[in-house]
């Protein structure tokens, strides 16, 4: 018996980013290319790139979520999309302000981090030094 719908549940670490039901088909980006995803499609794994997800909802219009690099898991009739981060939008105009602000702030946050852990590297090393020598 043929499936009609795929169940779309987004993934990020710190949570659930979304569960769509009555899924009618998905548009991924891998490191070969876009693919697609039907009901009736094989089960597969494939490696995701940043990128725009598409799915449509049947007789819905499209809806993009940008996404991070990550993984994607087709089982049956359930996909599951793994995730670093993920931005919604209504449009694809939206989307694109969206991704701008989230991804930017990240950056930044992610800078702030990694000069924090550089300082507390370079005092763990001077320290063992430090330690060694005495």
């Not at 043929?2 to 980013?17: A, E, N, T, V």
């Not at 039901?21 to 693919?35: D, T």
């Not at 996404?67 to 105009?93: F, M, P, Q, Y």
Request: aromatic share 6%; hydrophobic share 45%; charged share 25%.
């Amino acid at each position: 018996m043929p499936l009609l719908h795929l169940q779309l549940k987004i993934l990020l670490p710190s949570g659930i980013f979304g569960e769509i039901a009555k899924v009618a088909r998905i548009i991924a980006e891998a490191r070969g290319g876009s693919f697609g995803i039907l009901p009736n499609r094989l089960d597969c794994v494939a490696a995701l790139k940043p990128g725009i997800l598409t799915y449509a909802i049947e007789g819905g219009s499209d809806v993009y979520v940008a996404i991070d690099e990550g993984v994607l898991v087709k089982t049956g009739a359930e996909v599951l999309v793994s995730v670093r981060h993920a931005v919604g939008g209504a449009d694809l105009g939206q989307l694109r302000q969206a991704v701008e602000r989230e991804f930017l702030t990240l950056d930044d946050r992610e800078k702030t981090v990694r000069t924090t852990l550089a300082k507390l590297e370079s005092g763990l090393i001077r320290r063992f030094a430090e330690f060694h020598h005495a």
